[in-house]
């Protein structure tokens, strides 16, 4: 029997969470050419919805990619409780959370360069060119402060994509996840959340795409099996999830430290036509919310009504309706 498909849209809003806001904000701005919009405190209500203590405070801002509103990346900061990072060695074989944000630019080498010597930022390996499927790109994943992983994706073939200028970053379009099993994570979003499979692929017996992008080392970039998928309520690959198992070696899982008021990216968000419509055609399929609905100011976009789930690996996904407000960010 085939499943219904999803009435929800691509993810439009990644949380992440920081130690401060400044110093996570700055290469963004920087060297991805986006705006950040003004600091506010986070609303007692989220903080509430989130599990945290009437001591626990915060701020957040908003950084918004060229061109738009969607894809953007809220950071915000909890005071008055302790915080650890949720991914604290970041390695590809670690399990649990959400792992990195996928960016288009003109220019990889250049930009990756400029946030090694602007901003102090490292990588899992160098940039490198490669071909894999349709895909012929040359990237990086970029480490920054705070757990914060891009992978800087730069098309060498155009396909229509419309690239910001001067190197900028696009909005993020893509997210991934490190999962233990990954015919258990498919089977939560596509079975259970009724998303579509945008494409599933195993890796075996060849080096990694330029043999170090995710930093494995040699030779077990050649002999590791990788499992790889990417799903979207849609069946788009903007706004997506990719999903990926590292088979052959074994790290910690970090899926049970994905909760406020942890540091490191912390949530994806979700717009939905009618919230309630949505949390009850989740809980008619037997998906627990992790997070019941609730209202509260959206900083920049208005008021939302919102719920919140946990994926088998911890990642926080989040499906927001906005109330009778059009976004306030400007577009």
Avoid at 35 to 63: D, F, I, K, V
Avoid at 87 to 109: A, K
Avoid at 110 to 134: C, F, K, N
Avoid at 208 to 219: F, K, R, T
């Amino acid at each position: 029997m085939t499943e219904p498909a999803s009435p929800v849209s691509g993810f439009d809003e990644l949380v992440f969470s920081v130690f401060d806001i400044d110093r996570a904000s700055a290469a963004m701005v920087d060297v991805g050419g986006w705006q950040r919009h003004p600091t506010a405190p986070l609303p007692r209500c989220q903080l509430t919805a989130w599990g945290l203590p009437e001591e626990a405070t915060g701020s957040q801002a908003l950084l918004v990619p060229p061109g738009g509103i969607r894809g953007r990346l809220r950071l915000v900061s909890f005071e008055g409780v302790p915080r650890e990072l949720i991914r604290p060695s970041q390695r590809v074989w670690d399990s649990g959370g959400i792992f990195d944000i996928d960016l288009f630019t003109s220019d990889v080498r250049s930009r990756y360069r400029a946030l090694q010597a602007r901003h102090g930022w490292t990588g899992l390996g160098e940039p490198v060119d490669y071909v894999i499927g349709p895909f012929d790109v040359t990237q990086v994943v970029a480490v920054g402060p705070d757990g914060l992983m891009l992978a800087l994706i730069e098309p060498r073939v155009k396909d229509g994509i419309d690239l910001p200028a001067d190197g900028a970053f696009s909005r993020a379009f893509n997210s991934t996840q490190l999962v233990r099993d990954m015919d258990a994570a498919l089977d939560f979003y596509c079975r259970r959340l009724g998303w579509r499979q945008v494409m599933r692929d195993e890796v075996v017996d060849v080096a990694e795409p330029g043999a170090n992008v995710l930093g494995l080392p040699m030779p077990h970039a050649v002999t590791t099996r990788r499992r790889v998928a990417i799903v979207h309520p849609e069946g788009l690959n903007d706004g997506s999830v990719e999903l990926m198992q590292i088979v052959d070696m074994t790290g910690e899982d970090h899926g049970a430290r994905c909760v406020p008021p942890n540091v490191g990216l912390l949530a994806l968000r979700f717009p939905v036509a009618d919230a309630r419509a949505e949390a009850r055609r989740l809980a008619d399929a037997g998906v627990d919310l992790a997070r019941p609905l609730h209202r509260f100011d959206m900083h920049g976009m208005g008021e939302v009504l919102s719920f919140g789930l946990r994926s088998p690996d911890g990642a926080i996904l989040e499906f927001y309706e906005l109330l009778g407000q059009s976004a306030s960010v400007a577009t």
